[in-house]
């Protein structure tokens, strides 16, 4: 179907940790904002995981994040 991710689901935009309490697991995904910063996306996307929310852009930020604490050393 148009507009859904491949695994059926629908993506929603999200902002902050507020907005990832409505999302509701089984219909929807979560695509989190690109203006978020890396450590309130971190917290955002542990939150998501322990609910069992999809994080559709959770790797490439992940990996973004680590080369800004390798940076830090």
Aim: overall charge positive.
């Amino acid at each position: 179907m148009r507009g859904l991710h491949p695994r059926g689901l629908i993506p929603t935009r999200v902002n902050s940790m507020a907005e990832l309490e409505l999302v509701d697991p089984s219909k929807q995904c979560v695509i989190i904002a690109s203006n978020i910063g890396a450590q309130k996306f971190a917290r955002i996307e542990a939150a998501a995981s322990q609910r069992g929310v999809y994080v559709v852009n959770g790797k490439q930020k992940k990996q973004d994040l680590d080369n800004v604490n390798k940076e830090g050393e």
